[in-house]
């Protein structure tokens, strides 16, 4: 069956602008995590979606970062005014229980 | 604060050498440890989940074992081969602000020489 989707698979854009990155999950999983992984870094957990739950932000670096989950389906994580040190990849997973399933990630580049 | 740590971070082999990877986490208070395999430009491929309450998993050539209350973790590639070149990363599942959340080692950069 379909795995966890992102897009777009790469994106380079300049300092100070806007970004929107994109996670399909697997169809029937309720949770839905987004994490970033810098350039030697381990990956970070950003923020956690469970079912029509609050969703847990601890993650988030900042104030810029925001992220919105439709339901069961589809998630958006949004970067305002980009800077580069927010240049990663940023991975989604989705789980059903415990085991998580990772997309292929969207590799970010700012200028 | 759950760290993972992961030794070494690179690895070179000639193939057909069995291997071990190693991982420690601080907070023995887990749910489960996974160990993913990384390749470029794909994302993350889950190899084994070890419960809390494990000893060890196998898959085929892979065995990984758990010590929770040392905080450690092992991964055993046996008979490697070229294809088992990837980075190897190390997770715990813990309970943090509410939520289960997965704490990632930096990874062992694996290399099995033709």
């Known amino acids: 069956g379909a795995g966890v989707s992102q897009s777009p698979s790469n994106k380079v854009t300049e300092k100070g602008k806007d970004v929107e990155l994109r996670c399909d999950p697997i169809?029937?999983?309720?949770?839905l995590y987004w994490y970033r992984q810098r350039l030697g870094q381990g990956l970070e957990f950003l923020i956690y979606f469970q079912g029509n739950s609050a969703p847990d932000k601890s993650g988030l670096p900042s104030d810029r970062f925001s992220a919105e989950r439709t339901g069961e389906s589809v998630s958006t994580l949004t970067i305002q005014r980009t800077q580069q040190e927010d240049s990663a990849v940023y991975l989604c997973?989705?789980?059903?229980?415990?085991?998580?399933?990772f997309g292929p990630g969207t590799r970010l580049t700012v200028l | 604060k759950q760290e993972v740590t992961q030794i070494p971070a690179a690895l070179s082999v000639p193939e057909g050498e069995n291997l071990v990877l190693n991982c420690s986490f601080t907070?023995?208070?887990?749910?489960?440890l996974q160990w993913f395999r990384q390749d470029p430009g794909k994302g993350l491929t889950s190899l084994l989940l070890?419960?809390?309450?494990?000893r060890e998993q196998t898959s085929g050539r892979l065995n990984a074992s758990l010590d929770k209350s040392s905080g450690r973790s092992t991964l055993y590639i046996a008979a490697s081969q070229p294809g088992d070149s990837a980075t190897y990363l190390c997770?715990?599942?813990?309970?943090?602000?509410?939520?289960?959340?997965?704490?990632f080692g930096k990874g062992t950069k694996l290399s099995v020489i033709p």
């Open positions: 169809s029937g999983h309720t949770a």
């Open positions: 907070d023995s208070a887990i749910y489960n």
């Open positions: 997770a715990v599942l813990s309970s943090g602000a509410g939520s289960y959340q997965l704490t």
């Open positions: 070890i419960q809390s309450s494990q």
């Open positions: 997973a989705s789980s059903l229980f415990y085991t998580q399933y």
